[in-house]
């Protein structure tokens, strides 16, 4: 039982490609990548808890090229 040569992967890859298109497989690459970021952040944020999220401030001055200014406030670790 040998492994599977490059010839039988692109062959392979042949014929999902016709049997699906290049069209809806970039579709389900997109999809799939969107999931994956997803995932990702809702870890980042579900590993926070209220006090270690960072404040985020509007303030009311803003320039004519950005309508809104954002104020971080950095807090230091003790």
């Keep these: 039982m040998g492994s599977f040569s490059i010839w039988h992967w692109l062959i392979v890859l042949l014929i999902v490609v016709m049997v699906f298109g290049t ?43 950005d309508k809104t200014t954002i104020d971080v406030e950095a807090k230091q670790k003790s």
């Design 23 to 65: 069209k809806k497989l970039k579709n389900i690459g997109e999809d799939l990548g969107g999931a994956v970021k997803g995932f990702k952040q809702g870890m980042k944020e579900g590993g926070m808890t209220d006090d270690e999220k960072p404040a985020v401030q509007v303030t009311g001055t803003a320039t004519s090229a």
